[in-house]
């Protein structure tokens, strides 16, 4: 039986994690988390700009990152980056698939092409690059998966259904992945947020009437902190975790729990 110090478990030193959608937001506090427990930081986004100042700001903070602009929902953008990626810096050991996006409509007002984009992003994303990081991972026997799932993966709210629809899929997908890539080592996990506050629901938090009901709704009485999340992931990316696998941790300051 391998025993180690309890701190050694959640070291990161040496891996390489490339997290998608992680140019701002909560993609970006995680990386950033992973970055100080000792990860080489790969980030993804589509606009050069954001992304290159997202890195430039992990560098300034002694965190060894790069950045790669691909569409997630393209199988080869994918592939070709995947491929960049890892002769550049070696074997992936973690991703976290947390590219996302939310379209607010009422249900019979969502258009297919709303539907379509929604599902694309969401869910066929995570699926692609997965699929793509996965194959090393399988000859390697060898690596942590992450999906950020949501409250939507258990529940609904009226005006985003296709985000529900995605969300619901990614939970599923986790634990579909987890059954069949089990036996190389690879954990397959998800993270599913409650509402924090971040660019996306800058709105919502806006919104007296919404944002009461949420610290109202929420046990802990407030919204979450971005940064809150950052133990999750972590722990999710690090030997800590291995024996746990197909499971979504909520960090949701106790909504799923209540009435």
């Known amino acids: ?67 790669y602009c691909f569409d997630v929902t393209k199988k080869d953008e994918v592939r070709v980056a995947i491929e960049e990626i890892e002769g550049e810096l070696g074997k992936i050991d973690i991703l976290i698939n947390n590219a996302g996006i939310q379209k607010r409509a009422p249900f019979i007002d969502i258009d297919e092409v709303q ?34 799932c949501s409250l939507m993966s258990e529940v609904g709210r009226a005006t985003i259904v296709p985000y529900t ?37 800058k709105n919502l938090k806006e919104d007296p009437r919404f944002d009461e009901w949420i610290k109202q709704r929420t046990p802990a009485g407030r919204w979450g902190d971005p940064e809150e999340l950052v133990g999750t992931a972590i722990f999710l990316a690090s030997s800590a975790s291995d024996f746990i696998n197909g499971q979504i941790i909520y960090v949701d300051g106790g909504v799923l729990a209540s009435l």
């Not at 899929?169 to 924090?196: C, D, H, S, W």
């Open 1 to 67: 039986m391998k025993r180690y110090h309890p701190l050694i478990l959640f070291d990161l030193s040496g891996k390489v994690a490339l997290i998608t959608g992680s140019s701002r937001g909560l993609g970006y506090v995680m990386a950033r988390g992973l970055g100080h427990a000792g990860a080489k930081i790969v980030l993804n986004g589509r606009n050069p700009e954001t992304m290159n100042k997202a890195v430039e700001n992990l560098r300034e903070e002694g965190i060894y990152s790069m950045g």
């Open 115 to 148: 539907w379509q984009e929604v599902l694309n992003i969401n869910l066929k994303g995570a699926f692609l690059t997965s699929q793509q990081v996965a194959r090393g991972m399988t000859v390697r026997k060898s690596g942590k998966i992450i999906n950020i």
């Open 165 to 201: 629809v995605a969300k619901g899929g990614l939970k599923m997908l986790t634990r579909a992945m987890a059954v069949e890539l089990g036996k190389y080592n690879i954990q397959v996990n998800g993270i599913g947020p409650g509402y924090f506050v971040t660019e996306m629901t």
